[in-house]
Protein backbone atom coordinates (compact mmCIF):
# COMPACT_ATOMS: atom_id res chain seq x y z
CA UNK A 1 0.00 0.00 0.00
CA UNK A 2 1.48 3.24 -1.03
CA UNK A 3 0.87 6.42 1.34
CA UNK A 4 -2.58 7.29 -0.03
CA UNK A 5 -3.74 4.13 0.22
CA UNK A 6 -2.77 3.57 4.19
CA UNK A 7 -3.81 7.38 4.74
CA UNK A 8 -7.25 6.26 3.13
CA UNK A 9 -7.20 2.92 5.79
CA UNK A 10 -5.98 5.62 8.44
CA UNK A 11 -9.63 7.73 7.87
CA UNK A 12 -11.70 4.83 8.06
CA UNK A 13 -10.37 3.45 11.21
CA UNK A 14 -10.95 6.81 13.47
CA UNK A 15 -13.13 6.02 16.25
CA UNK A 16 -13.50 2.61 15.94
CA UNK A 17 -12.66 0.72 19.07
CA UNK A 18 -11.29 -2.10 17.96
CA UNK A 19 -10.52 -3.26 14.98
CA UNK A 20 -8.98 -6.88 13.73
CA UNK A 21 -6.95 -6.01 10.09
CA UNK A 22 -5.58 -8.89 7.90
CA UNK A 23 -2.45 -8.58 6.18
CA UNK A 24 -0.38 -11.14 3.93
CA UNK A 25 2.69 -10.26 5.36
CA UNK A 26 3.26 -9.52 9.09
CA UNK A 27 3.29 -5.41 9.74
CA UNK A 28 5.67 -6.60 12.71
CA UNK A 29 8.19 -9.44 11.71
CA UNK A 30 11.29 -10.85 13.03
CA UNK A 31 13.94 -7.99 13.33
CA UNK A 32 16.88 -10.45 12.57
CA UNK A 33 14.80 -11.80 9.48
CA UNK A 34 13.83 -8.37 8.29
CA UNK A 35 17.02 -7.25 8.41
CA UNK A 36 18.40 -9.57 6.31
CA UNK A 37 15.51 -8.68 4.14
CA UNK A 38 15.89 -5.70 3.57
CA UNK A 39 19.80 -5.99 2.89
CA UNK A 40 18.81 -8.22 -0.03
CA UNK A 41 16.18 -5.71 -0.90
CA UNK A 42 18.50 -2.90 -1.36
CA UNK A 43 21.10 -5.17 -3.25
CA UNK A 44 17.95 -5.32 -5.45
CA UNK A 45 17.53 -9.10 -4.71
CA UNK A 46 13.79 -8.64 -2.68
CA UNK A 47 12.76 -12.24 -4.08
CA UNK A 48 15.47 -13.72 -3.49
CA UNK A 49 14.44 -14.11 0.62
CA UNK A 50 10.92 -12.96 -0.20
CA UNK A 51 10.54 -9.24 1.12
CA UNK A 52 7.46 -8.60 1.45
CA UNK A 53 7.25 -7.54 4.82
CA UNK A 54 6.12 -3.79 5.62
CA UNK A 55 9.51 -2.65 7.08
CA UNK A 56 11.33 -3.56 4.24
CA UNK A 57 10.19 -0.55 2.55
CA UNK A 58 10.65 2.51 3.95
CA UNK A 59 7.73 4.35 2.56
CA UNK A 60 5.24 2.35 4.15
CA UNK A 61 6.81 1.68 6.83
CA UNK A 62 7.04 5.08 8.41
CA UNK A 63 3.27 5.88 7.38
CA UNK A 64 2.09 2.89 9.06
CA UNK A 65 4.21 4.15 12.20
CA UNK A 66 2.54 7.55 12.58
CA UNK A 67 -0.77 6.17 11.73
CA UNK A 68 -0.67 3.96 14.77
CA UNK A 69 0.68 7.07 17.08
CA UNK A 70 -2.03 8.86 15.60
CA UNK A 71 -4.57 9.80 18.60
CA UNK A 72 -7.40 8.47 17.36
CA UNK A 73 -6.26 5.27 16.43
CA UNK A 74 -8.22 1.95 17.78
CA UNK A 75 -7.57 1.14 21.40
CA UNK A 76 -7.51 -2.52 20.44
CA UNK A 77 -5.55 -3.61 17.12
CA UNK A 78 -5.43 -6.86 16.04
CA UNK A 79 -3.57 -7.80 13.20
CA UNK A 80 -3.63 -11.59 11.71
CA UNK A 81 -1.30 -12.25 9.10
CA UNK A 82 0.56 -15.38 7.59
CA UNK A 83 3.19 -15.80 4.52
CA UNK A 84 5.80 -16.55 6.58
CA UNK A 85 6.46 -20.46 7.37
CA UNK A 86 6.74 -19.89 11.04
CA UNK A 87 3.72 -18.65 13.75
CA UNK A 88 4.82 -15.94 16.49
CA UNK A 89 2.08 -13.46 18.23
CA UNK A 90 3.61 -9.79 19.73
CA UNK A 91 2.47 -7.21 21.32
CA UNK A 92 3.62 -3.78 20.20
CA UNK A 93 3.43 -1.09 22.63
CA UNK A 94 4.36 2.50 21.77
CA UNK A 95 7.11 4.26 23.36
CA UNK A 96 6.05 7.87 25.21
CA UNK A 97 4.24 9.25 27.74
CA UNK A 98 1.31 9.03 26.71
CA UNK A 99 -0.41 5.43 26.10
CA UNK A 100 -1.69 4.06 22.67
CA UNK A 101 -3.15 1.77 21.45
CA UNK A 102 -2.84 -2.17 21.76
CA UNK A 103 -1.35 -3.36 19.27
CA UNK A 104 -1.19 -7.29 18.41
CA UNK A 105 1.21 -9.07 15.72
CA UNK A 106 -0.46 -12.28 15.05
CA UNK A 107 1.11 -14.77 12.64
CA UNK A 108 -0.13 -18.53 11.68
CA UNK A 109 2.31 -20.60 9.23
CA UNK A 110 0.86 -22.02 6.45
CA UNK A 111 -0.84 -25.46 6.30
CA UNK A 112 1.80 -26.84 4.81
CA UNK A 113 5.31 -25.13 5.00
CA UNK A 114 7.78 -24.85 7.57
CA UNK A 115 10.86 -23.32 8.22
CA UNK A 116 14.09 -24.70 7.80
CA UNK A 117 14.40 -25.97 11.44
CA UNK A 118 18.14 -26.14 12.17
CA UNK A 119 17.61 -22.29 10.64
CA UNK A 120 14.74 -20.78 11.95
CA UNK A 121 16.62 -21.97 15.70
CA UNK A 122 19.74 -20.05 15.33
CA UNK A 123 17.61 -16.81 13.73
CA UNK A 124 15.05 -17.14 16.80
CA UNK A 125 17.94 -16.91 19.37
CA UNK A 126 20.20 -14.34 17.34
CA UNK A 127 17.11 -12.26 17.19
CA UNK A 128 16.52 -12.43 20.82
CA UNK A 129 20.75 -11.71 22.00
CA UNK A 130 20.88 -8.83 19.17
CA UNK A 131 17.32 -7.01 19.19
CA UNK A 132 17.18 -7.10 23.40
CA UNK A 133 14.93 -4.03 24.65
CA UNK A 134 18.16 -2.57 25.50
CA UNK A 135 20.37 -2.95 22.81
CA UNK A 136 21.54 -0.07 20.43
CA UNK A 137 20.71 -2.10 17.04
CA UNK A 138 17.08 -1.13 18.01
CA UNK A 139 18.11 2.41 16.97
CA UNK A 140 19.10 1.12 13.55
CA UNK A 141 15.05 -0.16 12.48
CA UNK A 142 11.82 1.06 11.64
CA UNK A 143 10.32 0.40 15.11
CA UNK A 144 12.89 2.28 17.57
CA UNK A 145 9.70 4.48 19.01
CA UNK A 146 8.20 0.89 19.47
CA UNK A 147 8.49 -1.90 22.22
CA UNK A 148 8.22 -5.03 21.09
CA UNK A 149 6.81 -8.34 23.34
CA UNK A 150 6.81 -11.69 22.24
CA UNK A 151 4.89 -13.97 23.57
CA UNK A 152 6.42 -17.51 23.60
CA UNK A 153 4.39 -20.72 22.34
CA UNK A 154 3.54 -22.77 25.97
CA UNK A 155 5.84 -25.53 24.56
CA UNK A 156 8.61 -23.42 23.66
CA UNK A 157 12.21 -24.30 24.83
CA UNK A 158 14.96 -21.57 26.54
CA UNK A 159 15.33 -18.77 24.45
CA UNK A 160 12.73 -19.82 21.65
CA UNK A 161 10.08 -17.23 20.51
CA UNK A 162 8.89 -18.69 17.21
CA UNK A 163 6.69 -21.84 16.67
CA UNK A 164 7.96 -23.68 13.49
CA UNK A 165 4.85 -26.04 13.14
CA UNK A 166 2.23 -25.81 10.06
CA UNK A 167 -1.13 -25.30 10.78
CA UNK A 168 -4.08 -22.85 11.02
CA UNK A 169 -3.84 -20.10 13.37
CA UNK A 170 -7.03 -19.74 15.96
CA UNK A 171 -7.20 -16.66 18.17
CA UNK A 172 -10.15 -16.19 20.67
CA UNK A 173 -11.42 -12.11 21.28
CA UNK A 174 -12.57 -10.37 24.56
CA UNK A 175 -15.83 -8.29 24.53
CA UNK A 176 -13.76 -5.49 24.52
CA UNK A 177 -11.19 -6.70 20.97
CA UNK A 178 -8.01 -7.90 22.62
CA UNK A 179 -7.02 -11.17 22.16
CA UNK A 180 -8.33 -13.41 24.81
CA UNK A 181 -6.37 -17.00 23.34
CA UNK A 182 -4.50 -17.71 20.43
CA UNK A 183 -3.50 -21.34 19.44
CA UNK A 184 -1.87 -22.72 16.63
CA UNK A 185 -3.92 -25.95 15.44
CA UNK A 186 -0.80 -27.72 14.15
CA UNK A 187 -0.98 -30.11 11.12
CA UNK A 188 0.02 -33.21 13.16
CA UNK A 189 -3.01 -32.87 15.67
CA UNK A 190 -0.79 -31.26 18.45
CA UNK A 191 -2.34 -27.80 19.01
CA UNK A 192 0.02 -25.30 20.76
CA UNK A 193 -1.28 -22.40 23.08
CA UNK A 194 0.95 -18.91 22.92
CA UNK A 195 1.00 -17.34 26.52
CA UNK A 196 -0.61 -14.12 26.45
CA UNK A 197 0.68 -13.14 30.03
CA UNK A 198 2.80 -9.66 30.02
CA UNK A 199 4.84 -11.17 33.10
CA UNK A 200 5.46 -14.59 31.10
CA UNK A 201 6.54 -12.63 27.93
CA UNK A 202 8.73 -10.03 29.72
CA UNK A 203 10.84 -13.28 31.87
CA UNK A 204 14.02 -14.03 30.58
Known sequence: MDWEALTDLQQQLMHLDAVVLVSPAPMFGVKLIETVQRTFAWFGKPLIVDAENWMAHPGSASTLINMFRHPRTPQHFIILSGDVHYSFVYEIQLRGNQRGPDLWQITSSGIKNEFPKRLLDVFDRLNRWLYSPKSPLNWFTRRRSMKVIPHKPETADHG????????????????????????????????VRFVLSEAEARWE
Open 160 to 191: ERLLNAAGIGLVQLNPDGSPKAVIQMRADGKD
